[in-house]
């Protein structure tokens, strides 16, 4: 059957149930960014290396952005190795965030990729990649804080006056959804064991 794909931030619990996290901690993830939309035969391979080592993968496509996202949980101890990497891919060895910000003034935007991709960009971020009208933020949630890239992002925009519409891209792991929604709603309490999406199929 195939992985799951959505274009939204709905969290899908029958994918990745609380107990994967929970009560299973020898895993690990990887996550894959790709340019467009991966066809189906790449997904279905992808899907195949997961499942053939115990593990399982989630997409997310995003045709607003042009970029898509894997997220894949395997055993502990895998070898990046097992998964190649195709034309346009980038393999990260961690669940990151990518995330998509359209300002709604255009000029601020080559602030903001030398903001975010520039040499004094904040601890985590990986990558900072053009996108239509926006740029994409890709960053390791475990070196680098939320608050920080989104406080660094509001404070480059308010140079030019600009509101921004954003996007989160990538799928998210039990623990990085209770993260986000910690950070967000200010609520450092928020568990994945208090999320309810994450516990109707648990």
Known sequence: MRGSVSPSI???????????????????????????????????????????????????????AGRSYALIELPDGFDLR????????????????????????????????????GAGRPRGVLACRPCPQGAIVEWDPDSGGIEIVRKLIDVELRRFCSGRRSELLSPLTPALSAKVAASGLKAPEIAPDRILELLIDA
Request: proline content about 8%; overall charge negative.
């Open 82 to 117: 097992d998964i190649s990497i195709a034309p346009g891919e980038v393999v990260y060895e961690t669940a990151v965030i990518a995330w998509a910000v359209f300002p709604t003034v255009p000029e601020a935007l080559p602030q903001l990729y030398e903001a975010l991709g």
């Open 10 to 64: 709905d969290i899908h619990a029958e994918f990745f149930p609380v107990e994967t996290t929970n009560a299973r901690c020898n895993v690990g993830y990887l996550t894959i960014s790709v340019a467009g939309k991966p066809d189906d035969s790449r997904r279905d391979a992808v899907e195949a290396i997961a499942r053939a080592r115990g593990g399982r993968a989630m997409w997310r496509l995003n045709p607003s």
